[in-house]
């Protein structure tokens, strides 16, 4: 593919926090459109890090991060980065703060400026892909550690993102919530990176299997 089929690429990647040495270390990596990427590996060997990189929470002190055509360095940048790409973290807690389960699925669609009947219509559609259907006037903090994973999907894919980062995203669910979430990547026109440390998931939900040893990217067999 073309350079106008790049959505994300980062070039010669270096971070490590103050307890580890070299956690990403001369990192290089290429999404396209299309492309549906899994990545595996042990605790700690800089996968989720690799995402907050992308995503701006981190800042590399070497190379560059360029996202849609665009480098991207200024917190203002990566707030343009955020409207594009669907982060799902690893800890549900993290991503949830509204009072409600239907407040927490429309909070995004309705900050970017979204109709609120184009909104309602969204949130409904997407509680019942993730079958939180029913779940509206829940609390997010009165719900089970599998559904908290079903809400914060929820509040990703109603914005309908053609750039997805999952981390960890079948923690906690049950088998048919499982299948839900294979049928729902498999959809057309998504691309996507996921960090699991399930492989069979990743067998049906990706072309490419990545690990990152010592700091760096590297290819594997599904």
Do not use: W
């Not at 703060?97 to 009947?117: A, H, K, T, W």
């Amino acid at each position: 593919m073309g350079k106008n089929n790049t959505l994300i690429n980062l070039s010669n990647i270096s971070f490590s926090y103050p307890s580890k040495m070299n956690l990403l270390n001369d990192l290089s990596f290429t999404l396209r459109l299309g492309d549906r990427v899994g990545i595996i590996g042990p605790n700690g060997c800089g996968k989720t890090t690799l995402f907050y990189v992308i995503m701006g929470l981190i800042q590399p002190y070497e190379g560059h991060v360029e996202i849609c055509g665009k480098i991207r360095v200024e917190e203002a940048d990566f707030r343009e980065v955020r409207e594009k790409i669907g982060f799902l973290f690893q800890n549900s807690d993290d991503q949830l703060f509204c009072p409600s389960v239907r407040e927490e699925v429309s909070f995004g669609p309705l900050n970017f400026g979204i109709d609120r009947e184009e909104v309602k219509k969204a949130v409904k559609e997407t509680l019942r892909d993730v079958d939180l259907e029913g779940f509206e006037v829940r609390p997010p903090y009165d719900l089970s550690g599998g559904e908290k994973r079903k809400l914060a999907l929820a509040t990703i894919l109603v914005l309908k993102p053609k750039i997805l980062l999952l981390d960890e995203p079948t923690i906690g669910l049950d088998e048919e919530t499982v299948e839900k979430i294979i049928e729902i990547l498999n959809e057309p026109d998504l691309s996507y990176i996921i960090i699991s440390q399930n492989r069979e998931f990743l067998k049906r939900t990706t072309d490419i299997l990545y690990t990152i040893n010592n700091g760096e990217m590297k290819e594997m067999n599904i």
